[in-house]
């Protein structure tokens, strides 16, 4: 028997301070769509700043926030065929993007995302369309499989999916987020040698424990100095840019001739420049990322399966404590942070 309330968080308005833990009806499942109950939750930096600001995507409160979910179909609406009851499955953050193209326009880009345009999953309970979800691995408990949405699949589908990431290739990675190290582990499990940048010691070594072949403290050093000394001036094959803004310069210094620069962070704002001639000296192709779509999703969870990477969770909270679990995201863990239900 299904329960006839649950818990699910509440933001009135943009600002944390927005934010309540409320009771509603369990909901129930349309034509077409299935209803979980959520085993875990993992956060990503989108939803801090879809929560502090609602990112430029004007979104209708109130509104239940999160994307990334691992749970349990409990119950299948009239004509869903896909899922039954029982399957444990993760939602797909770009709802209805299944291949290809992604439905948009040059005047309104995608932006249907799950916890901002579309409904959110911080909740005890979910009812979506059963299109919107895949098959969890099976090597990985709730809370792992939860950060694969977002953080695992903008790391798939920067370095393997359009970055084509084969072996022998070098790639730097910013930071030891969750993005960052699923990417680190990602060109460990390909072959590909990984530099790793972070202003911590104690991170760092954590990274080099995850396969990181050479650690840069950029505190104490100018990374992209570091970088010609490792590479021995040839640069790198991929750069992960995590920070945005004019850090991107950096990057585009720090490329190899003909390298590829993911554009991924917005940590320096959403506004970025950099030196438009070594962009076109190197012919360096830049790419935006916008996360993946379901089929990539399917081909990372098969790879889970397969390589046995487990994502690094840093923390696990309950549900009632996304407050300081925000507050944790905010701070800088090393890889995810998650809610549980449990």
């Not at 968080?9 to 109950?37: C, H, K, Q, Y």
């Not at 005890?124 to 099976?138: I, K, M, Q, R």
Request: aromatic share 6%; net charge negative; charged share 15%.
């Amino acid at each position: 028997m299904l329960p006839t309330t649950m818990r699910h968080w509440r933001l009135a308005a943009p600002g944390r301070d927005n934010l309540t833990l409320a009771s509603a009806l369990v909901p129930r499942p349309g034509p077409g769509e299935v209803l979980v109950r959520v085993g875990a939750v993992a956060l990503n930096y989108r939803d801090l700043l879809a929560i502090d600001s609602g990112m430029g995507i004007p979104p209708v409160f109130p509104l239940t926030p999160g994307s990334d979910l691992c749970g349990v179909v409990v119950a299948v609406g009239e004509d869903a065929r896909r899922l039954q009851s029982g399957q444990r499955v993760i939602s797909t953050f770009e709802a209805g993007w299944f291949d290809g193209l992604p439905a948009g326009t040059a005047r309104h880009p995608p932006a249907h995302t799950l916890g901002g345009v579309a409904p959110g999953v911080l909740a005890e309970y979910v009812a979506l369309p059963e299109d919107w979800f895949v098959t969890a691995p099976e090597s990985l408990d709730d809370a792992q499989a939860s950060t694969l949405p977002v953080a695992g699949l903008t790391a798939w589908s920067a370095l393997v999916e359009h970055g084509r990431l084969h072996a022998g290739q070098t790639v730097l990675i910013q930071g030891t987020g969750g993005v960052s190290l699923f990417a680190l582990q990602l060109a460990v499990a390909h072959g590909a040698t990984a530099i790793v940048t972070s202003s911590s010691d104690a991170k760092l070594d954590r990274a080099k424990a995850l396969g990181a072949a050479h650690l840069i403290n950029y505190a104490r050093e100018d990374w992209v100095e570091a970088v010609y000394r490792i590479t021995g001036e040839r640069g790198v094959d991929h750069v992960l840019e995590m920070v945005g803004g004019a850090h991107l310069d950096r990057a585009l210094h720090a490329v190899a001739v003909q390298g590829r620069i993911s554009l991924i962070g917005v940590f320096d704002g959403f506004t970025f420049s950099g030196s438009s001639g070594l962009m076109l000296r190197k012919q360096v192709t830049l790419q935006g990322s916008s996360v993946g779509h379901r089929r990539a999703l399917e081909v990372l969870v098969r790879a889970v399966d397969c390589t046995g990477i487990a994502p690094v969770i840093d923390r696990r909270y309950p549900l009632a404590a996304l407050p300081e679990a925000l507050a944790h995201l905010a701070a800088g863990p090393f890889g995810k942070i998650v809610i549980e239900m449990a």
